[in-house]
């Protein structure tokens, strides 16, 4: 299903944007790009997510993946 927020694709991105779609390789999932209209807030949701799931916690990241994993199966979304 496509989202119907409108996305910035690639090709059409420059800037800020353009640096964090090359950093992921142009390479990111719709869940993601749907914030390409704002950079900022792109960034601050993948800065989010790297301390969630890559920084100190007493979770392993096995338990966190697995948290993650029951949630979205529970809302019903493949991501």
Known sequence: MEARIKMVSYEDSEGEL??????Y???MANILKVQSLNPKSL???????????????????????????VVSSTNECHY
Do not use: C, N, W
Request: proline content about 3%; glycine content about 6%.
């Open 43 to 69: 960034t601050a949701h993948l800065d989010y997510y790297k301390v969630i799931m890559f920084g100190q916690s007493p979770l392993s990241r096995k338990v966190r993946e697995m948290i993650a994993t």
């Open 18 to 23: 353009r640096e964090l779609y090359d950093r």
């Open 25 to 27: 390789h142009g390479k």
